[in-house]
């Protein structure tokens, strides 16, 4: 069976096509698309529980890691899902990237090209890094997380871990408490979470929130305490020490009084929220240890599904890819 | 410069507006000598006739804010290439800001900008000198010998004094020699590592956002120094400011009749954020474009008489520079080449300012601020005029620029009123049909 047939049993609806070649954000996707992508996640997901974890989707095809900033969990999970898929996989990881001295941005990505990419799954500290990619080469673009823009296969993860465990988004309320300012899944979870229904807070200090942040469909709460009662999914976002500028909060201590998911915060919580990390975490300051590996907890689900929905966004905007390629040549 | 002696041109039934001489009718402009002889109904039989029918004759225009990036950017923009494109903007005075590398900081560089505009023969190219040396706002640069020099007057642009003990002793020192000190309204710390307004795309961008309040802390606490100096000749002028709070602090340092004059570009008159959004970083500029309501408080305050020049704020770089991540790329527009036509379009097109208050903003007004004695058609005053075509319309097209550079967010608009010639002391330096 091919990949197209079994993804059209797995939906039980026929297979429409694709047009997005880059994934940049989730801004720019209608509630139709992200459910599309988490439905055929879905049919990958079922993949990884087989005997043999591969699919022929991508074969001979061409997926370049191309990261600039350190990350473990989202590099080798595009890895995984770009494997199980039957494509080849370079990485290349480059802590320097153009903002300081050096090789631009574009000349390494049109050095790449030249040895004939397909897909270049691109983390960088600048926001809109992929989006300039996407407008100079010819291969499918795949942000992995730019600057504190977005990190859509976060957010698709993160909805898509929440839609199976619930069913749908439609109503739940959802909490992501943290450093709102600096937070890419932040933003690529609001779009995600309010297109499929949710209604989202944010919360954390106001030393820690955007500007303008009013002009969001979000709300807003400097109080896990008014907020923890009332959610089904609470997501606390690790403190970034290396994106923040200044003092923002005067002690970790001080934070995680505040802002901390505890034991003790757990209990006033609805005993079946679902509680969500994007990882790596810091045990003890935005969650506790019990809390991170308790009950409600499924961190690691997320670690799972993340592999199933990166797999779905890459053989998609490969199969926009081909749909380009036959229509231009 | 003599072979022009004794040689007389008429411009011809042109509409002659001269803010300054209150000249605003049709009739003709008589120069010999590359000076002004009359402005009026001129009978006298000369052979060099040009005919200016339907066309505005205006006193040469003047840019008192352009980055010609000579010394140190040459690949960027010369003194040559700078001037090329300031008379086909029809521009016949413009000002250098002295962030090159070196900056312009003695007068050797002053006179080393001179000797180059002097060599490329377009326009007239004046220069501020730093006001601090290395333009690191610590110790104060000579601007005696740089005013002996000519240097119009001082600025770190590109950067704003920080410290406020520094910036007070230069408003004081500059007395002396009666020049005015320019800042670039900046606070560093407030600004943070802004590359765009902070508001609303700068949060769905992901970008880290520069709140108009740096602008603002900076030109008040200006305009408090100012007013503690009271006495004498002091001279403030705020460069491209850019949002409502800026002009609210101008409209009532100026009710209080402070020595206060202040500068807006195009780009803050008809772009906003939004622009942004998709990461074109021919958007990218410092200070950084705001919002509706900002421009909305720029053209009142434009219509009211509060802003006393437009400025392009001419700032050329490179494609690959601009071919960067947002966040990595430099700031700047280069503008010179199409000024006029943005000005039109901004201002005159919805009633803003009516041709003689926008001529005012680009000749007379400027010149005064940076004391010369310069965009008037008065008898006997060294003949810069410009004649324009207020009704050709034209596609802008940066390759067609004579800058070197083409970092343009303006490429392709659709504009109305083209300089047909430009005449910088008694002679023809630009031409249209050239």
Same mark, same amino acid.
């Given at each position: ?64 890691? &191309? ?31 153009? =903002? ?84 890419? =899944? ?87 929220? &679902? ?55 | ?60 225009? $003047? ?14 923009? %010369? ?124 949060? $769905? ?25 009271? %006495?004498? %000749? ?128 680009? %000749? ?71």
């Amino acid at each position: 069976m091919s990949s197209k047939q079994k993804i059209e049993n797995d939906i039980g609806h026929p297979f429409i096509e694709w047009k997005r070649k880059h994934l940049l954000g989730l801004r720019e996707l209608s509630a139709e698309e992200i459910t599309y992508i988490l439905d055929t996640a879905a049919g990958f997901e079922e993949l990884s529980s087989r005997a043999v974890k591969k699919a022929p989707a991508l074969r001979g095809k061409l997926v370049v890691n &191309l990261f600039f900033e350190d990350s473990t969990r989202t590099r080798n999970s595009f890895a995984l899902a770009a494997s199980r898929l039957s494509a080849d996989v370079v990485e290349f990881t480059k802590k320097d990237s153009s =903002v300081s001295k050096g090789e631009t941005l574009l000349d390494t990505a049109r050095n790449l090209e030249a040895m004939g990419i397909d897909i270049v799954v691109i983390r960088h500290n600048a926001g809109g890094a992929p989006t300039l990619l996407s407008k100079y080469i010819n291969a499918c673009v795949v942000n992995a997380g730019d600057g504190y823009c977005e990190h859509p296969t976060q957010g698709l993860l993160d909805v898509y871990t929440i839609r199976k465990l619930r069913g749908s988004l439609k109503g739940l309320k959802i909490a992501i408490v943290g450093d709102i300012t600096h937070s890419r =899944v932040a933003r690529s979870d609001l779009w995600a979470m309010t297109k499929l229904g949710a209604e989202v807070t944010f919360v954390g200090p106001p030393t820690l929130l955007p500007p303008k942040i009013e002009q969001l469909p979000v709300k807003i709460s400097y109080s896990l305490d008014d907020v923890i009662e009332k959610v089904d999914v609470i997501n606390m976002l690790r403190i970034q020490f290396e994106r923040l500028g200044g003092n923002p909060f005067p002690s970790v201590r001080e934070y995680s009084h505040y802002f901390g998911l505890t034991v003790e915060r757990m209990k006033r919580a609805k005993p079946d929220i &679902l509680v969500m990390h994007p990882g790596p975490i810091n045990r003890g300051l935005e969650i506790e240890s019990e809390v991170a590996d308790g009950k409600n907890s499924v961190i690691l689900q997320q670690v799972t599904n993340g592999v199933a929905v990166r797999m779905a966004v890459l053989f998609l905007v490969n199969q926009a890819a081909a749909q380009h390629a036959g229509q231009t040549l | 410069m003599n072979k022009n002696m004794g040689n007389e041109m008429l411009i011809k039934n042109g509409h002659v507006i001269d803010p300054a001489n209150r000249i605003n009718k049709k009739c003709d402009v008589l120069i010999a000598d590359e000076k002004f002889v009359e402005v009026g109904r001129v009978k006298k039989q000369v052979a060099n006739v040009i005919d200016a029918t339907g066309k505005l004759v205006v006193p040469g225009l $003047i840019d008192m804010h352009v980055h010609f990036r000579e010394p140190g950017d040459e690949e960027e923009e %010369t003194i040559a290439s700078g001037s090329a494109a300031a008379v086909a903007g029809g521009f016949t005075s413009v000002v250098c800001m002295p962030n090159t590398t070196p900056p312009i900081e003695d007068e050797t560089d002053v006179e080393y900008v001179h000797r180059k505009a002097r060599k490329a023969r377009k326009t007239h190219v004046y220069t501020m000198g730093a006001i601090t040396k290395g333009r690191e706002g610590v110790e104060l640069a000579e601007m005696g010998f740089m005013s002996q020099a000519g240097a119009v007057g001082f600025t770190d642009d590109g950067q704003g004094v920080q410290d406020p003990a520094v910036m007070l002793r230069a408003l004081k020192y500059a007395q002396m020699f009666n020049v005015v000190i320019a800042q670039h309204c900046q606070d560093n710390k407030i600004a943070g590592k802004g590359v765009m307004n902070a508001g609303y795309y700068s949060t $769905i961008l992901g970008l880290p956002g520069q709140d108009g309040l740096a602008e603002e802390a900076m030109l008040w606490r200006d305009i408090q120094l100012v007013k503690k100096i009271k %006495t004498g %000749t002091v001279r403030y002028h705020a460069q491209h400011i850019s949002t409502a709070g800026s002009v609210e602090i101008i409209r009532a340092a100026k009710k209080q009749g402070l020595p206060v004059t202040c500068e807006a570009t195009p780009h803050h008159l008809l772009l906003t954020e939004k622009c942004c959004a998709e990461y074109d970083t021919n958007y990218k500029v410092n200070p950084p474009l705001r919002t509706e309501k900002d421009i909305g408080a720029l053209k009142e305050a434009l219509a009211d008489g509060l802003i006393d020049a437009l400025v392009t704020d001419h700032a050329p770089h490179l494609a690959s520079e601009k071919e960067l991540e947002f966040l990595a790329a430099p700031f700047g527009i280069a503008g010179l080449d199409c000024a006029l036509a943005l000005y039109i379009k901004a201002l005159i097109e919805p009633g803003i300012l009516d041709w003689p208050g926008l001529i005012r903003l680009l %000749t007379v007004k400027p010149a005064k601020i940076i004391g010369v004695d310069k965009g008037a058609m008065t008898k006997g005053k060294q003949a810069d005029v410009t004649i324009i075509d207020p009704d050709a319309e034209y596609k802008i097209d940066v390759n067609k620029f004579r800058s070197k550079s083409k970092n343009c967010p303006y490429h392709g608009w659709k504009v109305k009123g083209k300089v047909v010639k430009t005449i910088v002391g008694g002679e023809i330096r630009f031409s249209a049909e050239d």
